[in-house]
């Protein structure tokens, strides 16, 4: 998995690239986390993740959480077909901030 | 999706590195079986979430026993059966629960698609030397 992080205003966004499992969901967290305690808004690129599984949904599921009790938000954007699918199979869709 | 009968199956050291492999190699298996896109995503992500229980809680006392689990890929009169095989710690079928969907938090939900995607999902007797051997089966 790469990703590219870019800062605008009070949003960082970040760009997921590849595979996102259970070998993955340490590294996911070690980019998302730092910046949500930081205070500052998160944006979840997500149009290069072609595959998610029930790791990476909780990922999503914590980082959410995550936001929320530092009083920021994480936002999912331009998620692909099939995590879209996996996140609709989670019944998340209303959940999670998408875009 | 093609008629005839189909039986391959694959060896993978009980890792979650391994994840990614086995990925692979049902998705080979499924290109050959011509099996249509949707279905694919489905039933490879029915089979990593297999897979990846094995790995976290199978062997969740043994993480460096550096252990082989078998992945099992049958599509036979169009039932497809997806069996594994590992010697990890003895499942208790009963303990094999996802949590409440509404119920958000991270975490329960492999068990949960696996049961979406399948018609079934079961733990049948594991055949010496293995120890558990679970059965996911849909009909095509």
């Known amino acids: 998995m790469t990703y590219k992080i870019t800062e605008e205003d009070n949003i960082s966004t970040i760009f997921l690239d590849g595979e996102i499992d259970m070998d993955k969901t340490e590294e996911v967290k070690e980019v998302i986390f730092p910046i949500i305690d930081s205070g500052k808004d998160v944006a979840l690129n997500l149009s290069n993740v072609q595959y998610m599984d029930s790791s990476g949904i909780s990922v999503l599921i914590e980082s959410h959480q995550k936001a929320l009790e530092k009083g920021t938000k994480v936002i999912i954007k331009d998620v692909s077909k099939s995590v879209l699918k996996v996140i609709m199979m989670a019944k998340l869709e209303q959940i999670l901030n998408l875009e | ?140």
């Open chain 2, 1 to 140: 999706m093609t008629d005839l009968n189909h039986i391959e199956k694959k060896a993978f050291l009980v890792k979650s590195s391994s994840l990614k492999d086995v990925r692979t190699f049902c998705r080979e298996v499924f290109e050959k079986l011509n099996i249509e896109q949707n279905l694919k995503d489905e039933l490879v992500l029915a089979i990593a979430e297999a897979a990846q229980n094995i790995v976290k809680h199978a062997y969740k006392d043994k993480p460096d026993a550096n252990e082989i689990m078998v992945v099992e890929i049958s599509l036979v009169n169009k039932e497809m059966k997806i069996a594994f095989y590992d010697m990890g710690t003895p499942v208790d079928p009963k303990k094999v629960k996802h949590r409440e969907i509404d119920n958000v938090k991270p975490g329960g939900l492999g068990t949960f698609f696996m049961q979406e995607i399948m018609d079934a999902v079961e733990f049948k007797d594991g055949k010496k030397p293995w120890i558990n051997h679970l059965v996911l089966t849909k009909q095509l």
